[in-house]
T-cell receptor, first 111, second 112 residues
Framework: QKEVEQNSGPLSVPEGAIASLNCTYS??????FFWYRQYSGKSPELIMS????GDKEDGRFTAQLNKASQYVSLLIRDSQPSDSATYLC???????????FGTGTKLQVIP | DAGITQSPRHKVTETGTPVTLRCHQT?????MYWYRQDPGHGLRLIHY???????DKGEVSDGYSVSRSKTEDFLLTLESATSSQTSVYFC???????????FGPGTRLTVL
């Protein structure tokens, strides 16, 4: 089992809809969770961090964490064509400075 | 993060040639990382550093070495490049206050 798993997609949503991206992780002592956005040919860009159970909102983005079920999700409201990118989930195990990345979910927002 | 730069941005080399990639940062990150990114594999950690002259291996370190003689610079060396090392290489640094990693722009390396 991979340490961090994501559906590779592509996930296609119409413009204005809510895009829901999911990620599961295997290490129960994981403490920090991150979502990165990566446009084609560019480097990953951090868009959300979440450390405790529940929801964290930042503009059109909401990260949701459920440690009991070992999943973290990212919701993008009012999706725009500019949101079309690959979204990487990343997990840091407590006490370590190394982060494990999922392989990413490709999101396509259809105008 | 504009505080992390990489050079060169693109490089084409031949099998058996030594190659050094440079990462330079102005953010005073203590922790620095080198990743490679390949289709189907995502980002994989090659080596990381937790201070000047303090480095350790990641999950795909074979064929790579690193050096960090000062906080600002973290070098990745391919002693004898192979075609399997054709990839995009990213350098990253950690903001320790929030344990968030920020990436440089990447280097696309092609080994012929």
């Amino acid at each position: 089992q991979k340490e961090v798993e994501q559906n590779s997609g592509p996930l296609s949503v119409p413009e204005g809809a809510i895009a829901s991206l999911n990620c599961t992780y295997s290490d129960r002592v994981s403490q920090s969770f991150f979502w990165y956005r990566q446009y084609s040919g560019k480097s990953p860009e951090l868009i959300m961090s979440i450390y405790s159970n529940g929801d964290k909102e930042d503009g059109r983005f909401t990260a949701q964490l459920n440690k009991a079920s070992q999943y973290v999700s990212l919701l993008i409201r009012d999706s725009q064509p500019s949101d079309s990118a690959t979204y990487l989930c990343a997990v840091r195990v407590g006490g370590y400075q190394k982060v494990t990345f999922g392989t990413g979910t490709k999101l396509q927002v259809i105008p | 993060d504009a505080g992390i730069t990489q050079s060169p941005r693109h490089k084409v080399t031949e099998t058996g040639t030594p190659v050094t990639l440079r990462c330079h940062q102005t953010e005073n990150h203590r922790y620095m990382y080198w990743y490679r990114q390949d289709p189907g594999h995502g980002l994989r950690l090659i080596h990381y550093s937790y201070g000047v002259k303090d480095t350790d291996k990641g999950e795909v370190s074979d064929g790579y070495s690193v050096s960090r003689s000062k906080t600002e610079d973290f070098l990745l060396t391919l002693e004898s490049a192979t075609s399997s090392q054709t990839s995009v290489y990213f350098c990253a640094g950690t903001d320790e206050e929030y344990n968030e990693q920020f990436f440089g722009p990447g280097t696309r390396l092609t080994v012929l």
